[in-house]
């Protein structure tokens, strides 16, 4: 197994970007079988599980509906970031992914991405009412 997965769940989420890594002190859902303290298993690991695979990608049936942000969290991060983060691992593979998954997500949930579909204007250029135009030296 690679020493990348602890911190990849088999869903895409990012655990280092997961709150319950934080608040529930959470190893990450691989070493924890899926089941997040006493909360029931999540039906994605199991599915991903029996079907023998590391990753939702894999799947001949991606993206599938468990792969929906959840509705009470889909505000939250890291879930609505799944199907993105697992595209990026199939791209790159778990090891580049890793690598560049820090600084991207960061990106992500700063809402600071730094290109919007081969539209090169930053967030601050798009909407510049919302955001305060950096000085430039």
Known sequence: ????????????????????????NCPGCREKKGQILKFPVCKTYECVMKRGYTFCYECKDFPCEKLQPIVNF??????????????????????????????????YYKGRKVRYGGDPLTLEEKDPNMYKKKEKD
């Open 74 to 107: 889909e505000i939250f991060q890291p879930h609505n970031s799944k199907v993105y983060n697992l595209v990026m691992i199939k791209k790159h593979g778990i090891a580049k992914w890793n690598e560049m998954c820090e600084e991207v997500s960061d990106l």
């Open 1 to 24: 197994m690679s020493i990348y997965l602890k911190d990849h769940a088999p869903c895409g989420i990012y655990c280092k970007r997961c709150p319950g890594v934080e608040t529930f």
